[in-house]
C-alpha cells in the first residue's frame, strides 16, 4: 500500500511569512495530489491539488508543486494570514480507483 | 448548493453497543467514502461506496460495515464498539470516481 509521510508536524511562523510542508509518496502509481485544510470541529476541506501530467499549480496565495521522479509534492503558502492557521493534510492517490492515503497532517501556527 | 451532511453530530455509547453514523452526500453525487480520524492520527480509510455497492475497503475488521441506499446516503456501522473506536468519523462524497472528494463536518464518537 501506499505509505505517506508529511513534513514538518508542526510550524509556526508570522504572520506574513511563507510556508512549505512536503508531502512524500510511495506509490508510482499515484496521479492525483490535493491539500486539505482542517480547521478545528471541522472536515478536512480541499484548497488545492494536481494531478501528475502537471508540475506547478497556483491559486492566490497557494500553490502546489509535483516532483514525481523523486515521490513528493509540497504545499506553499504565501503572504500567511492567522486565518491560515490550521492542520493540512496530503493525500495521495490513484484517482482511478478513488484512493486516497492522508498523511498525519501538519499543524501550521500562524501568528499575527 | 448544500454540502455533505453527517448526524449525529456526537454519540457516545458504551463498549460492546453498536453505533450507526449517517451520512447525506451532495445533491448529484453518488459515491461515498467514510474515514476514522483517531485523536492524533491522520484519516484512516474505511469504505468507499458507489451506486449502491461497496467498491474498497480500508484494513478494519469486520465489525465496521456499512451500506448506501438508493438516494445515495450511507450508513456505517460499528459493532461491539471498543474503547479504541472513539474517533472522529468522516464521511466524504464524489460525482464520480477519481473526482474531488468533499467532507462533511463529522460525527464525533465516544466508547465509554
Known amino acids: 500500500g501506499e505509505n505517506v509521510e508529511q513534513h514538518p508536524s508542526t510550524l509556526s511562523v508570522q504572520e506574513g511569512d511563507s510556508a512549505v510542508i512536503k508531502c512524500t509518496y510511495s506509490?508510482?502509481?499515484?496521479?492525483?495530489f490535493p491539500w486539505y485544510k482542517q480547521e478545528l470541529g471541522k472536515g478536512p476541506q480541499l484548497i488545492i491539488d494536481?494531478?501528475?501530467?502537471?508540475g506547478e499549480k497556483k491559486d492566490q496565495r497557494i500553490a502546489v508543486t509535483l516532483n514525481k521522479t523523486a515521490k513528493h509534492f509540497s504545499l506553499h503558502i504565501t503572504e500567511t494570514q492567522p486565518e491560515d492557521s490550521a492542520v493540512y493534510f496530503c493525500?495521495?492517490?490513484?484517482?482511478?480507483?478513488?484512493?486516497?492515503?492522508f498523511g498525519k497532517g501538519t499543524m501550521l501556527l500562524v501568528s499575527p | 448548493e448544500a454540502g455533505v451532511t453527517q448526524s449525529p453530530t456526537h454519540l457516545i455509547k458504551t463498549r460492546g453497543q453498536q453505533a450507526t453514523l449517517r451520512c447525506s452526500p451532495i445533491?448529484?453525487?453518488?459515491?461515498v467514502y467514510w474515514y476514522q480520524q483517531a485523536l492524533g492520527l491522520g484519516l484512516q480509510f474505511l469504505l468507499w461506496?458507489?451506486?449502491?455497492?461497496?467498491?474498497n475497503r480500508g484494513n478494519f475488521p469486520p465489525r465496521f460495515s456499512g451500506r448506501q441506499f438508493p438516494n445515495y446516503s450511507s450508513e456505517l456501522n460499528v459493532n461491539a464498539l471498543e474503547l479504541e473506536d472513539s474517533a472522529l468519523y468522516l464521511c466524504?462524497?464524489?460525482?464520480?470516481?477519481?473526482?474531488?472528494?468533499?467532507f462533511g463536518p463529522g460525527t464525533r464518537l465516544l466508547v465509554l
Open positions: 466524504a462524497s464524489t460525482p464520480g470516481w477519481g473526482e474531488t472528494q468533499y
Open positions: 506509490d508510482s502509481a499515484s496521479n492525483y
Open positions: 494536481i494531478r501528475s501530467n502537471v
Open positions: 493525500a495521495p492517490g490513484d484517482s482511478g480507483y478513488s484512493t486516497l492515503t
Open positions: 445533491s448529484g453525487h453518488t459515491s
Open positions: 461506496y458507489d451506486e449502491g455497492e461497496e467498491r
